[in-house]
């Protein structure tokens, strides 16, 4: 399975400024998902990332919000823009080959 | 779109009692299961997953899984839980081999002494 190293692990910021997680594979992979789990819930997808391509995002979430880059197969960012309270959230990136392999997650808290 | 139940919000257990998790899928076609764990403060971790063959599927620390397709379920068990095993326990589904997971909401386990 693939390994991902995902940074920062935690961060606490102010609301208003944006904040960039940076995720790292040590293989090729096709596509990379991105998730936020707010506290006490599941995780929900936020963007599928293809590399060459836009980013799918999935209802609830825009790319002005949560702009994602994917600039080659083992490597993508997500920035949390413009941030309020309520973006206070684990997020999590993820790809798939020969199951699902996720990242550490980063635990993001706005205040 | 293909979503995911889990019955059970919060279960609460003694130990050395037994462990069952519902899930419930939607989705009609071929399907990937998979059960993850999540202990407090920590990230996930995959407990087993299903792709095809043996519909009873053995994962790691004593859990296992049985896919009933013509229930749509993916059941969790454990025969006989222990105070480690509080934690959150999340169904997860994918209908291929590139699509992402659909979570269920969780269900939380505590177990007592």
């Known amino acids: 399975s693939a390994v991902i190293s995902q940074k920062p692990s935690r961060d606490i910021c102010q609301r208003g400024t944006s904040l960039t997680i940076q995720c790292q594979v040590d293989?090729?992979?096709?596509?990379m998902f991105w998730y936020r789990q707010q506290p006490g819930q599941s995780l929900t997808l936020i963007a599928t990332?293809?590399?060459?391509?836009?980013?799918?995002?999935e209802s609830g979430f825009v790319i002005d919000k949560f702009p994602i880059s994917r600039p080659n197969l083992t490597f993508s960012t997500l920035t949390v823009s413009n941030m309020s309270p309520e973006d206070s959230s684990i997020y999590l990136c993820s790809v798939v080959g020969n199951g699902y392999t996720f990242g550490s997650g980063t635990r993001l808290t706005v205040v | 779109a293909q979503s995911v139940s889990q019955h059970n919000h919060h279960v609460i257990l003694s130990e050395a009692a037994s462990l069952e998790l519902g899930c419930n899928y939607s989705?009609?076609?071929?399907?990937?299961l998979f059960w993850y764990v999540q202990y407090p403060g920590q990230h996930l971790q995959l407990l087993l997953k299903?792709?095809?063959?043996?519909?009873l599927v053995k994962g790691i620390k004593g859990f296992e899984a049985e896919f009933i397709k013509s229930k749509f379920s993916f059941n969790l068990r454990k025969p006989s839980v222990q105070w480690s095993d509080t934690a959150e326990y999340f169904c997860a589904v994918s209908y291929s081999g590139n699509t992402p997971l659909a979570f269920g909401k969780g269900t939380r386990l505590s177990v007592i002494a």
């Open positions: 293989s090729q992979v096709t596509m």
């Open positions: 299903y792709f095809s063959g043996d519909p």
């Open positions: 990332a293809n590399q060459g391509s836009e980013a799918t995002y």
């Open positions: 989705y009609g076609g071929t399907v990937n």
